[in-house]
């Protein structure tokens, strides 16, 4: 660290400049996190008078509650297929876009653009083009001689309905950190496969670009998966779940449980469960970060 | 890096292999532009053209800006972003520069702290939150849209990254010419750290126009509504069919944020990736 030079500061000075923000961390961050966890153990009810420690007993109801296994299921498939796809297709459109010079902004701003618009917004355009009788897609099935679906009261395909609009959604996001991955490539480097011989695209691609991509790889995964487990928009204004269900997910349980029933305190034992999903997730990032920079 | 690189043939695969990415990636712009300037018989009918025969779109338009005060919840959106942006500037720049720049005690426990919070999902803090401001009577107000992100970790994390490259050469400069440490903050660091604090900007601003999930618990009176709960009201409570409207106020809600990108494009790309650190 660049300590040389700093300068040790008086207490009024560092009040000053760290007071405010150390206090709204305590305020809205640690104090939430602490009563988040307390609330867990409780069965507090919003504008119920009286509030008692139940124990484990919240976390006991949600193994046998179907809603939330079911939910829970819901959003790993959901992961599990966001995941690997918008992160193989990021990297595809990665690739191919580098690859040239021809219409290279054109194509980033294309395929970065879902990514900027109001996610709400653009739910509510796809729910338009899935229409089962007037949406383009379905116009587009019956042309090529196929049924068309209805793919979001299906109970059958409405998850993978909303993982293709989750996908759609994060291409950019992973082709834009695979693009600054692939500009973090020496030249050198292809340069001295060419000499050993790797000079098509195949040879040239697994012996540089492929292992020196691994970290920001790795890096997407991870910045994916937890994006794709705070998946809830599409979901609250496409399906609300349903149809029966069918496309539950986790955060859209929570939502339901704390402001449709006003179970406080369940409702704070699953946000538990999904916090540590994700801290999960974080602790890899963190992992992966760390060697990063120890790499550079 | 802007010449051809590659043959002939391949190049053409190249744009066909891009080109029905970039249909897919923007087909529902094209087709919700396309919708909000038809009438109501062309939307219905069972025959698909993409372009509109007749124009419709006075009555799209007008609908969506009457049906609900679309125009106030813009308002409501640019009130929104810019008071959490400014609050998050005042609030988290001087605790970053005192992270980089001042030796005092506990700066070790207060940037441990930022690193933990950084793990933190907001949507997890979002429930205690709720129950806080319902005991103090928030809800429903301005205040409650704002106040829980007006503390960003990230931003002290970010400021934190670029002061640390700032030389000290101009701090003691500052100091030499009698300027506090406060003053230091707003007329040496800030300036310098422009680049920075455009980038979080752009990061915050984008991240919390697109928010729905907070301003749909933290309000429910109408003359509040975000563009996002605006739109999503429209939806679920309108004539769930009226199409050409819906697409109408679609478009309203993404047209600020999709034309600053289009003209600013890189900053965009920047300020959304390298805040890529927060998922």
Not at chain 1, 16 to 29: D, E, G, K, R, S
Not at chain 1, 197 to 218: E, K, N, Q
Not at chain 2, 65 to 90: E, R, S, Y
Not at chain 2, 121 to 138: C, V
């Amino acid at each position: 660290m660049a300590d040389a030079s700093s300068r040790k500061a008086s207490l009024p000075t560092v009040l000053l400049l760290t007071a405010p923000a150390v206090l709204l961390m305590l305020v809205f961050l640690v104090g939430p996190l602490i009563c988040l966890f307390v609330l867990s153990f409780t069965d507090y009810q919003l504008g119920a008078p009286s509030i008692s420690l139940v124990g484990l007993a919240n976390y006991a109801e949600m193994t046998g509650d179907e809603t939330v296994t079911i939910s829970i299921a819901n959003t790993l498939i959901y992961v599990a297929i966001v995941v690997p796809a918008s992160v193989a297709l990021g990297l595809g459109a990665a690739l191919l876009i580098d690859a040239d010079g021809s219409l290279r902004g054109f194509y980033r701003a294309a395929y970065f653009l879902p990514v900027m618009a109001t996610l709400i917004a653009m739910a509510i355009v796809w729910g338009f083009m899935l229409d089962p009788r007037i949406g383009a897609i379905n116009f587009g099935l019956k042309a090529m001689g196929l049924q068309p679906l209805d793919f979001l009261n299906d109970r059958k395909i409405v998850l993978f309905t909303l993982c293709g609009i989750g996908i759609w959604q994060s291409v950019g996001f992973n082709m834009v950190l695979f693009m600054a991955g692939l500009t973090a490539i020496p030249p050198e480097l292809y340069e001295a496969a060419a000499v050993d011989g790797a000079r098509r695209g195949g040879a040239r691609f697994r012996l540089v670009t492929w292992p020196m991509l691994a970290p920001v790889t790795l890096f997407t995964v991870v910045i994916t998966a937890i994006r794709a487990f705070q998946v809830f928009d599409t979901v609250a204004v496409l399906t609300g779940g349903g149809p029966n269900k069918a496309s539950e997910v986790l955060l859209h349980t929570i939502y339901s449980e704390a402001f449709g029933y006003f179970r406080v305190g369940y409702a704070a034992a699953l946000v538990v469960v999904f916090l540590g999903f994700i801290l999960v997730l974080s602790a890899i990032r963190v992992f992966v970060l760390d060697r990063r920079r120890q790499a550079q | 890096m802007t010449g051809h690189r590659l043959p002939g043939s391949l190049r053409l695969v190249r744009h066909l292999v891009l080109l029905l990415g970039t249909t897919v990636m923007l087909a529902p712009f094209v087709l919700m532009v396309a919708t909000s300037l038809k009438p109501k018989d062309e939307i219905f009918a069972t025959r698909f053209h993409l372009l509109p025969q007749r124009l419709g779109a006075a009555e799209n338009y007008y609908e969506a800006l009457t049906q609900v005060p679309l125009l106030h919840f813009l308002l409501n959106g640019v009130i929104v972003t810019a008071a959490i942006f400014t609050l998050q500037v005042i609030v988290n720049v001087p605790a970053a520069y005192a992270l980089a720049k001042l030796r005092f005690r506990g700066r070790t426990t207060l940037f441990g702290a930022v690193l933990v919070c950084l793990l933190i999902p907001y949507q997890a803090t979002a429930l205690p939150i709720y129950i806080l401001f319902y005991w103090f009577g928030l809800l429903n107000t301005y205040a409650a849209l704002v106040l829980p992100f007006t503390i960003s970790v990230f931003g002290i994390f970010l400021m934190r990254q670029f002061f640390l490259g700032v030389p000290d050469d101009l701090i003691d400069a500052a100091r030499i010419d009698g300027m506090s440490e406060y003053g230091i903050v707003w007329s040496v660091m800030a300036p310098a750290a422009i680049p920075a604090l455009v980038a979080f900007g752009i990061f915050s601003v984008v991240a919390h126009w697109n928010d729905y999930f907070w301003p749909l618990i933290a309000v429910a009176d109408h003359s509040l509504y975000t563009p996002p709960l605006g739109i999503a009201f429209l939806k679920l409570n309108g004539e769930g069919t009226a199409y050409g409207p819906l697409m109408a106020a679609a478009t309203i809600v993404i047209a600020p944020l999709v034309l600053a990108f289009l003209l600013a494009q890189r900053r965009f790309v920047e300020g959304i990736t390298f805040t890529g650190l927060k998922g």
